[in-house]
């Protein structure tokens, strides 16, 4: 069974930084896209970024020159670094992948838990 765990998360004042982590735990193969997403109280989910196996990253239109997403093959983990941080960045954020191939099998559209990322004014 694969499970998506994230980290990072907590209460920052605007301009500050986090990074998040999500860490994919099981006999893991390969991942191929990894993202982030996020959820703000009384909004629907919505893409940050993405990373695919390659390395190749794309980003939210709000989060651009601000976010960055790098990824740990090895490690089978994804990162999130957020920096300029302002209180619209307030949200819920969620680890996706959307193919895992482990022992097992495939597993499509895995979700964390996620985390929470408050930032003040």
């Known amino acids: 069974q694969v499970q998506l765990v994230e980290s990072g998360g907590g209460l920052v004042q605007a301009g500050g930084s986090l990074r998040l982590s999500c860490a994919a735990s099981?006999?893991?193969?390969?991942?191929?896209?990894m993202g982030w997403y996020r959820q703000a109280p009384g909004k629907q989910r919505e893409l940050v970024g993405v990373?695919?196996?390659?390395?190749?990253?794309n980003y939210a239109d709000s989060v651009k020159g601000r976010f960055t997403i790098s990824r740990d093959n090895a490690k089978n983990t994804v990162y999130l670094q957020l920096n300029s941080l302002k209180p619209e960045d307030t949200a819920v954020y969620y680890c996706?992948?959307?193919?895992?191939?482990?022992?097992?099998?495939?597993?499509?559209?895995?979700w964390g838990q996620g985390t929470q990322v408050t930032v003040s004014s």
């Open positions: 996706n992948a959307d193919r895992i191939v482990t022992s097992m099998g495939v597993t499509l559209g895995s």
């Open positions: 990373i695919n196996s390659g390395g190749i990253t």
């Open positions: 099981g006999r893991i193969f390969s991942i191929n896209s």
